[in-house]
């Protein structure tokens, strides 16, 4: 049973337009939502996050949006860079502070020049 | 500050063995939590341990085992190993508070012949 699924496996997306990265899940209880980043031959590195009580968490050139009443969250990278290229997962758990994440199978991102 | 350190970062074993990983977490965080990643399934929680205690555990079957040691060094058991073992087995550390702060390690790619 995939409680948090990225039913993208890949996207492929030119140098300096809008990625986005989408993300829906299953269960109501879950609270709270990251973004991890993972080079190959190196673990996942945090993203961002974003919590329940909002809708929207922007970092820079990365943004999340949180839609709970359809259970979905995307990642916006604006504008992409070649160093973007990797693969991208999400992430739930059910309280902010939980020791154990759900997460998607991810997407390989790439970027093109 | 050194980062999780995960050895050895490649194996080869043969079906039926046993096989033991180690974790070191960054100095100072008391949380050790293990993730399998296979391709297609993402990252799936194997188990969480805090000041040697495991605190959470995932829907791994009781081959799959773990401790932690009093400096917070952790390793994982894997017995009778089978071919579907095979995988990149990532730890992750963390103060203990929340998987907002987790850093992960590089891995250790197991491969089942």
């Given at each position: 049973?995939?409680q948090?699924?990225?039913?993208?496996?890949?996207?492929?997306?030119?140098?300096?337009?809008?990625?986005?990265?989408?993300?829906?899940?299953?269960?109501s209880m879950?609270?709270?939502?990251?973004?991890?980043?993972?080079?190959p031959?190196?673990?996942?590195?945090?993203?961002i996050?974003?919590?329940?009580?909002k809708?929207?968490?922007?970092?820079?050139?990365?943004?999340?949006?949180?839609n709970?009443?359809?259970?979905?969250?995307?990642?916006?990278?604006?504008?992409?860079?070649?160093?973007?290229?990797?693969?991208?997962?999400?992430?739930?758990s059910?309280?902010q502070?939980?020791?154990?994440?759900?997460?998607?199978?991810?997407?390989?991102?790439?970027i093109?020049? | 500050?050194?980062g999780?350190?995960?050895?050895?970062?490649?194996?080869?074993k043969?079906?039926?063995?046993?096989?033991?990983?180690?974790?070191?977490?960054?100095?100072?965080?008391?949380s050790?939590?293990?993730?399998?990643?296979?391709?297609?399934?993402g990252?799936?929680?194997?188990?969480?341990y805090?000041?040697?205690?495991?605190?959470?555990?995932?829907?791994?079957?009781?081959?799959?085992s773990?401790?932690?040691?009093?400096?917070?060094?952790?390793?994982?058991?894997v017995?009778?190993?089978?071919?579907?073992?095979?995988?990149?087995?990532l730890?992750?550390?963390?103060?203990?508070?929340?998987?907002?702060?987790?850093?992960?390690?590089?891995?250790?790619?197991?491969?089942?012949?």
């Amino acid at each position: 049973d995939q409680q948090v699924k990225q039913n993208s496996p890949s996207l492929s997306v030119q140098e300096g337009r809008i990625s986005i990265l989408n993300c829906d899940y299953t269960n109501s209880m879950f609270d709270y939502f990251l973004w991890y980043k993972k080079y190959p031959a190196e673990g996942p590195t945090f993203l961002i996050s974003i919590s329940s009580i909002k809708d929207k968490n922007e970092d820079g050139r990365f943004t999340v949006f949180l839609n709970k009443s359809a259970k979905h969250l995307s990642l916006h990278i604006v504008p992409s860079q070649p160093g973007d290229s990797a693969v991208y997962f999400c992430a739930a758990s059910p309280i902010q502070g939980a020791q154990k994440l759900v997460f998607g199978q991810g997407t390989r991102l790439t970027i093109n020049p | 500050k050194a980062g999780v350190t995960q050895t050895p970062r490649y194996l080869i074993k043969t079906r039926g063995q046993q096989v033991t990983l180690s974790c070191s977490p960054i100095s100072g965080h008391r949380s050790v939590s293990w993730y399998q990643q296979t391709p297609g399934q993402g990252l799936q929680f194997l188990f969480e341990y805090f000041s040697e205690t495991q605190r959470n555990k995932g829907n791994f079957p009781g081959r799959f085992s773990g401790r932690q040691f009093s400096n917070s060094r952790s390793e994982m058991n894997v017995s009778t190993l089978e071919l579907g073992d095979s995988a990149l087995y990532l730890c992750a550390s963390s103060l203990g508070q929340g998987g907002f702060g987790y850093t992960f390690g590089s891995g250790t790619r197991l491969t089942v012949v």
